[in-house]
């Protein structure tokens, strides 16, 4: 059998990265494609992908996800693709509030029309796309179960991964389109976004500026290492949903760390290693935002035997080891 290629969209991106790399070091070809637009700074999605240059069997093509001319050349170019893990998407609850259009065009329409590529390539295998926890809106029962409803999201980028999870269905239903969404829980690590909370209060305590805590510090979130999130990527990737009788070939399954740590541990941790103590200017909660996230995992460790092995306390020393490499690097 012909070694086809994996396509990782947002392949520039933080878990995009971490995944392309995986599936390099296991052997597998990949193709990446993103948009390197500027949410937030492109010279680190550059660096990331000179560490993907550095495997033979990658190769990356700068393209937009919702531009269909584009996906059909890379399609014809470098496919064709039997296996999709679709990590492209416009990011953050709070830059839903300033930027709606680029939510509706990266999460709504790149989303289709990756579908549309999937669903016209003979011998397709299996999408598996990133949706969020975002979508259990202000939902009060923890943990946060895929049997919940999710009808009530509190932000547009929750709104947009939940349209996502519809769309996927009906794909599925209408297609025979094996498809799993997965609703990622607060992922962090190595090669982290600048506009998450460890990547932020880690650059503020080093240049001595104050950090914001919002909801007066009365914050829990389901802290979730990154090369746990891969693992159960990868994972869910071969393992494609069947169609059973009238139930379509789709599924949305939680991947998070199933631990729901208090915001303010997490800061002391990030203290601890630095040796600095932050400056804290306690904020009320944000719009868009909850109070606290946790997962049950249940049905992806039934599914691949998911389980997450790192702790905040491991996990928040190897991003800020990273850190630390990496801006000494850019400023020697």
């Known amino acids: 059998m012909v070694d086809l290629p994996v396509l990782v969209t947002g392949?520039?991106?933080?878990?995009?990265?971490?995944?392309?790399?995986?599936?390099?070091?296991?052997?597998?070809r990949v193709v990446g494609v993103d948009n390197l637009n500027d949410y937030y700074d492109p010279e680190l999605k550059s660096a990331r992908l000179q560490q993907l240059d550095n495997f033979s069997e990658f190769q990356f093509v700068k393209g937009d996800i919702s531009d269909k001319a584009a996906m059909e050349k890379l399609?014809?170019?470098?496919?064709?693709?039997?296996?999709?893990v679709h990590l492209a998407a416009q990011a953050g609850v709070r830059y839903s509030l300033e930027n709606p259009y680029s939510y509706i065009t990266s999460n709504c329409m790149g989303h289709v029309t990756i579908?549309?590529?999937?669903?016209?390539?003979?011998?397709?295998?299996?999408?598996?796309?990133?949706?969020?926890?975002?979508?259990?809106?202000?939902?009060?029962?923890?943990?946060?179960?895929?049997?919940?409803?999710?009808?009530?999201?509190?932000?547009?980028?929750?709104?947009?991964?939940?349209?996502?999870?519809?769309?996927?269905?009906?794909?599925?239903?209408?297609?025979?389109?094996?498809?799993?969404?997965?609703?990622?829980?607060?992922?962090?690590?190595?090669?982290?976004r600048p506009d998450m909370a460890l990547f932020i209060f880690t650059k503020n305590i080093v240049e001595g500026k104050p950090i914001s805590v919002f909801n007066n510090g009365q914050m829990k979130r389901d802290f979730t290492y990154v090369d746990d999130i891969v693992t159960g990527i990868l994972g869910a990737l071969d393992n494609p949903p069947q169609r059973e009788g009238d139930d379509a070939p789709w599924r949305v399954?939680?991947?998070?760390?199933?631990?729901?740590?208090?915001?303010?541990?997490?800061?002391?941790?990030?203290?601890?290693?630095?040796?600095?103590k932050a400056e804290i200017g306690f904020k009320p909660m944000?719009?868009?935002?909850?109070?606290?996230?946790?997962?049950?995992?249940?049905?992806?460790?039934?599914?691949?035997?998911?389980?997450?092995?790192?702790?905040?306390?491991?996990?928040?020393?190897?991003?800020?080891?990273?850190?630390?490499d990496y801006y000494n690097a850019k400023a020697d």
């Open 286 to 324: 944000q719009p868009g935002d909850v109070p606290e996230t946790y997962a049950d995992i249940e049905a992806i460790q039934k599914l691949t035997g998911y389980k997450p092995t790192t702790t905040i306390k491991e996990g928040i020393p190897r991003f800020i080891a990273w850190y630390k």
């Open 75 to 84: 399609w014809a170019e470098k496919g064709p693709f039997v296996e999709v």
């Open 115 to 192: 579908m549309e590529m999937c669903r016209h390539t003979e011998g397709f295998k299996h999408l598996v796309y990133a949706s969020s926890s975002s979508v259990y809106g202000g939902n009060k029962k923890l943990p946060y179960s895929t049997d919940d409803s999710v009808d009530k999201p509190i932000s547009l980028y929750a709104a947009t991964k939940r349209a996502d999870e519809l769309m996927s269905h009906t794909y599925s239903h209408l297609f025979d389109l094996p498809q799993t969404g997965l609703r990622f829980f607060t992922v962090y690590g190595p090669w982290g």
């Open 11 to 28: 392949a520039a991106g933080f878990i995009g990265f971490h995944t392309a790399t995986r599936l390099l070091q296991a052997g597998r």
């Open 253 to 276: 399954l939680n991947i998070g760390n199933n631990r729901s740590e208090k915001l303010m541990d997490f800061v002391a941790l990030i203290e601890k290693e630095l040796g600095q």
